[in-house]
């Protein structure tokens, strides 16, 4: 091989590098064969005495790691399987009763917006109410009375639209974080109540 | 050898080589012939790293109508030399100690 040859090899697997980079190993290269030369060697000899292309590419390029020892997987993964179907009473068992836990508990948060819901609808109700008999006090001289009922009608209704309000809202935010939830988990779960 | 130790050991060779006088590549492979067997891809790898290190520094210099890389060794590269030199001691010593009773007089 002539000192050119070699430096087109080299070049050749040095691609991988910056201009720089590649450029001084080429230099620090031509160098070693031009010094051994000089010593009085041919150009041949100095060629094949600085190593190949291939061991000067793999030093510049940096040592090579050793090979990631192989676990033969095949064994491993058999071995997995009937582990997992022995434990299957245990684990699958478990596993049901978390989720039974999780999904009371998902119901219950929506018993409570229910529960909202039905407060707020009570609640209005009572405000017509508590205005009829109101009036009918006033009608029948209970002026007091008559005003604390049709007042009282008032904050009724009042209370109950922001009953309506918060059921609202709670119910609308349930359903976004369920949503978010079932996006992370990524597995669709049972469709909940959600939207 | 164990891999990471063999490389320590050839760093502080290739400064021992330029400590006295700025060297060249195939120079250094020369002196450290008698003592250590070192090829042109080793070498490169540990004089880059010495450089980006700064335990030496390189120039340029005519020669013969080219250009030659000379190494020169820095302050820190000395006291390289002289931190390898003391922790030698310490093993010497160790390894005195371990091989203490199966000296046969």
Request: aromatic residues 8%; proline residues 4%; charged residues 20%.
């Given at each position: 091989m002539t000192k050119s040859e070699f430096l087109h090899r080299l070049s050749a697997r040095l691609q991988a590098l910056s201009e720089n980079d590649r450029a001084a190993a080429l230099t620090y290269w031509s160098e070693m064969i031009d010094d051994r030369m000089e010593d009085g060697m041919s150009e041949e000899d100095a060629v094949r005495a600085v190593g190949t292309p291939a061991e000067a590419a793999a030093q510049i390029l940096g040592e090579a790691l050793?090979?990631?020892?192989?676990?033969?997987?095949r064994k491993r993964k058999t071995w997995e399987i009937v582990l997992l179907i022995l434990g299957s009473p245990v684990w699958l068992s478990l596993l049901i009763a978390a989720f039974a836990v999780l999904l009371s508990v998902y119901l219950s948060v929506w018993a409570v917006v229910i529960s909202l819901w039905a407060s707020a609808i009570a609640v209005t109700v009572t405000g017509p109410v508590s205005l009829v008999y109101g009036i009918s006090c006033l009608i029948g001289a209970d002026v007091s009375g008559g005003l604390l009922y049709i007042g009282a009608a008032f904050a009724f209704v009042g209370i109950g639209l922001s009953l309506f309000a918060l059921s609202l809202w709670s119910a609308k935010e349930i359903c976004a974080l369920t949503a978010r939830l079932l996006r992370r988990k990524n597995a669709p779960l049972k469709k909940e109540k959600g939207l | 050898m164990d891999i990471q130790l063999k490389r320590g050991l050839l760093d502080v060779c290739v400064l021992a080589a330029i400590k006295d006088v700025p060297s060249y590549g195939y120079q250094i492979i020369k002196d450290m012939k008698p003592y250590v067997e070192m090829s042109e891809s080793t070498l490169y790898p540990i004089l880059r790293r010495l450089e980006s290190a700064q335990l030496l520094t390189v120039q340029a210099a005519e020669h013969n109508g080219r250009l030659r890389k000379y190494y020169r060794i820095t302050p820190a590269g000395v006291r390289r030399i002289e931190d390898f030199k003391m922790e030698w001691n310490e093993i010497l010593s160790i390894y005195r100690f371990v091989t203490k009773g199966e000296n046969h007089d």
């Amino acid at each position: 091989m002539t000192k050119s040859e070699f430096l087109h090899r080299l070049s050749a697997r040095l691609q991988a590098l910056s201009e720089n980079d590649r450029a001084a190993a080429l230099t620090y290269w031509s160098e070693m064969i031009d010094d051994r030369m000089e010593d009085g060697m041919s150009e041949e000899d100095a060629v094949r005495a600085v190593g190949t292309p291939a061991e000067a590419a793999a030093q510049i390029l940096g040592e090579a790691l050793p090979p990631e020892p192989h676990k033969p997987q095949r064994k491993r993964k058999t071995w997995e399987i009937v582990l997992l179907i022995l434990g299957s009473p245990v684990w699958l068992s478990l596993l049901i009763a978390a989720f039974a836990v999780l999904l009371s508990v998902y119901l219950s948060v929506w018993a409570v917006v229910i529960s909202l819901w039905a407060s707020a609808i009570a609640v209005t109700v009572t405000g017509p109410v508590s205005l009829v008999y109101g009036i009918s006090c006033l009608i029948g001289a209970d002026v007091s009375g008559g005003l604390l009922y049709i007042g009282a009608a008032f904050a009724f209704v009042g209370i109950g639209l922001s009953l309506f309000a918060l059921s609202l809202w709670s119910a609308k935010e349930i359903c976004a974080l369920t949503a978010r939830l079932l996006r992370r988990k990524n597995a669709p779960l049972k469709k909940e109540k959600g939207l | 050898m164990d891999i990471q130790l063999k490389r320590g050991l050839l760093d502080v060779c290739v400064l021992a080589a330029i400590k006295d006088v700025p060297s060249y590549g195939y120079q250094i492979i020369k002196d450290m012939k008698p003592y250590v067997e070192m090829s042109e891809s080793t070498l490169y790898p540990i004089l880059r790293r010495l450089e980006s290190a700064q335990l030496l520094t390189v120039q340029a210099a005519e020669h013969n109508g080219r250009l030659r890389k000379y190494y020169r060794i820095t302050p820190a590269g000395v006291r390289r030399i002289e931190d390898f030199k003391m922790e030698w001691n310490e093993i010497l010593s160790i390894y005195r100690f371990v091989t203490k009773g199966e000296n046969h007089d």
